[in-house]
Every structure is written in structure tokens, then in C-alpha cells.
């Protein structure tokens, strides 16, 4: 079978070429998006798999489908990308990667809100300017003694609420999925309760119609003051002008961001801090705020699952198989 894979990392080649000496399918591939522009390279091959935040349209669809393939797949968990209903409508399959590796992004969820709890940001700057004080920056605070909200308790919020269980602080879930399973770290509650209760706010939800900007004016004013917010999921789950205004204002003491809204704008490459665009240049002027580059899932364990169960799902799909990553709705 020939695969066609786009937007291919370099880290990712080595784990493509044991797949296809493993199972002797040819995977080609373009380090570009798959867009408008390129689609036309899809034509001769069975499948296609890609990752990508920049979204895929609709017109690319009814292309794959006219050059005889059956499926899309990206090697990722999100798939605000696609427009399902009209990927069905050209008769095609949809998969994504839902599992390649949950801890990956829990652990460095954990791993910032440590940073940001404990002031390193401040106290970092203060030591390469030769501030060895300890009133560089407040007295921290320990994990323990936190109240944390998981907004979306999924995959990755779920291994992150038992991590964050571990460590004893309380959890409280915001998901309108129930799995029993996790009562055993973490307490259901409806988002008003989690948010007047929280010391830390942390979202690991999806990014569809009804969570698109649900990080609002109104919900930060629901929050407690001094608490910590954190987004480790999708840039447009978030209104940034609300989250500077409270950052500003002293009412959230602390954020953690992994993605932002305009994030394609500027990351994935060299950029200038000076033409970033104005809210980005904001938020890394802040103290308070760490910005990591959309790299929380980005480990070895997790590039090597997303190439290999993205293609061997691919070679499925296109052969009319069953998968468990189907994407249906």
C-alpha cells in the first residue's frame, strides 16, 4: 500500500521507516499542511495521515475522494481540524490518534503548574540579573494544599487527575461523561461549583462548537480570586483579552499556556518577539505567565505511538476495516 504522510517531523522519520520495513507499505512524505495547495500529491495513493492545527477544507475532501481514497487520519488527539459532516459526505473515513500517549501531556501539565506555583519564572529572571534574594518573587505554594479543577476529564485530564491525587491535592471534574472508575480521584461537580471552588483551573476539553471561547469574561469572574489558570488543550478555548484583563487585575495571581488562539500565526517557527502578535507579547511580559510552544504532548513515547497507530489505522481504513479511532461525529 502507498501512504502519503504530511507535515512530517524529522523525529518521526525513524519510527515511518521501521513501519514500513515491518510491514512493507510505502509511506511518502511532505514536511507542508495538507491544504488546497498540495492535495493534488495525494493522487496514485491508497491513504493519507497528517498533523496539523491549521484546518483542512472542505474542498480538499471531495479531492481524496475523486483520487480513489477512502480515509483521512491525523496523528493526533484533536480534530477541531476536520469538518466531519462534510468528510462523510465526500464518503470518506475519519480517524485520529486518542491515546498516543495521555500522560505525556498530563505530566507536563504537572510539570508547569509546579513552575508556576513556586514562582520559578520570577525567580529565574531575578538570577540572571543577579537577584539571589528570596523576596525575588512570593512565598510559593505546594500542591497538597490545592483544590484543582480538571475542565474535561478525558484521557489526559483523568491521568492527570490521579497524578495531581497522588500528590494530594483535591480534584474536582467538569465532564458531561461520568466514568466511576475515577471517583477514586477525583469528585464530579457542574462547572460553576469547580470554578467558585478552585485554587487551579486547568483545561484538557476538546475545542467544538459548544467549548469554543468558554474561557470568557464571565467565566473568569466566576473563579476565586488568587487562583491559577491553565490551558494545556486548544488556543481557542480561551478569549485572551480575558485572560489579560484578569491577569492585570490581580484576580488570577498565575497562567500556564501551552496553546493560544493565534498560535499559528507565529509558532512552529523562528519569530521575532517584537512582530508576535500583541497578546502573545503581553503574556510573555508577564511574570506570571509561563508560554511553551505547543509542545506538551512532544516525547518520545508519544511521537513514536502517533506515527505507528496513524498509519497501521490508515492501512485499516482504507482497506474497509474496523478501528477503534474512528472518528464518527
Given at each position: 500500500m502507498k501512504i502519503l504522510m504530511y507535515a512530517v517531523l524529522g523525529d518521526e522519520k525513524p519510527y515511518i521507516k521501521e513501519f514500513c520495513q515491518q510491514t512493507g507499505h510505502q509511506v511518502d512524505q511532505l514536511t507542508d499542511y495538507l491544504s488546497e495547495k498540495n492535495v493534488s500529491l495525494a493522487k496514485g495513493y491508497d491513504a493519507i495521515v497528517t498533523q496539523q492545527t491549521v484546518a483542512i477544507p472542505d474542498s480538499v475532501y471531495q479531492q481524496l475522494a475523486e483520487f480513489g481514497i477512502k480515509q483521512i487520519t491525523i496523528r493526533q488527539v484533536g480534530y477541531d481540524i476536520l469538518d466531519l459532516p462534510a468528510i462523510h459526505q465526500a464518503g470518506l473515513r475519519a480517524s485520529n490518534v486518542a491515546a498516543y500517549s495521555p500522560r505525556a501531556i498530563a505530566e507536563y501539565t504537572l510539570t508547569?503548574?509546579?513552575?508556576?506555583?513556586?514562582?520559578?519564572?520570577?525567580?529565574?529572571?531575578?538570577?540572571?540579573?543577579?537577584?539571589?534574594?528570596?523576596?525575588?518573587?512570593?512565598?510559593?505554594?505546594?500542591?497538597?494544599?490545592?483544590?484543582?479543577?480538571?475542565?474535561?476529564?478525558?484521557?489526559?485530564?483523568?491521568?492527570?487527575?490521579?497524578m495531581l491525587h497522588a500528590l494530594g491535592a483535591k480534584v474536582l471534574a467538569v465532564d458531561p461523561v461520568y466514568h466511576a472508575q475515577n471517583e477514586a480521584f477525583l469528585d464530579y461537580v457542574d462547572l460553576d461549583q469547580a470554578l467558585a471552588q478552585a485554587d487551579v483551573v486547568t483545561f484538557?476539553?476538546?475545542?467544538?462548537?459548544?467549548?469554543?471561547?468558554?474561557?470568557?469574561?464571565?467565566?473568569?469572574?466566576?473563579?476565586?480570586?488568587?487562583?491559577?489558570?491553565?490551558?494545556?488543550?486548544?488556543?481557542?478555548?480561551?478569549?485572551?483579552?480575558?485572560?489579560l484583563a484578569n491577569l492585570r487585575s490581580g484576580k488570577l495571581v498565575g497562567a500556564a499556556l501551552d496553546v493560544l488562539p493565534n498560535e499559528n500565526e507565529f509558532m512552529s517557527a523562528v519569530s521575532?518577539?517584537?512582530?508576535?502578535?500583541?497578546?502573545?507579547?503581553?503574556?510573555?511580559?508577564?511574570?506570571?505567565?509561563?508560554?511553551?510552544?505547543?509542545?506538551?504532548?512532544?516525547?518520545?513515547?508519544?511521537?513514536?505511538?502517533?506515527?505507528?497507530?496513524s498509519l497501521h489505522d490508515a492501512v485499516a481504513l482504507a482497506n474497509g476495516q474496523k478501528i477503534e479511532n474512528e472518528i464518527f461525529d
Open positions: 508547569q503548574l509546579m513552575n508556576l506555583i513556586r514562582n520559578n519564572k520570577r525567580y529565574y529572571r531575578a538570577t540572571t540579573s543577579g537577584d539571589w534574594q528570596w523576596s525575588a518573587a512570593p512565598q510559593g505554594r505546594e500542591i497538597h494544599d490545592l483544590t484543582i479543577a480538571v475542565i474535561g476529564a478525558g484521557r489526559i485530564g483523568s491521568a492527570l487527575a490521579e484538557h476539553t476538546p475545542l467544538n462548537d459548544e467549548t469554543s471561547g468558554m474561557a470568557d469574561s464571565a467565566f473568569f469572574d466566576k473563579m476565586k480570586a488568587g487562583s491559577y489558570f491553565l490551558n494545556f488543550a486548544r488556543g481557542g478555548l480561551v478569549v485572551t483579552d480575558a485572560l521575532d518577539p517584537k512582530i508576535i502578535p500583541a497578546d502573545a507579547q503581553a503574556l510573555m511580559a508577564m511574570d506570571n505567565v509561563l508560554l511553551s510552544p505547543h509542545v506538551a504532548f512532544y516525547t518520545d513515547l508519544a511521537i513514536k505511538n502517533m506515527v505507528r497507530i
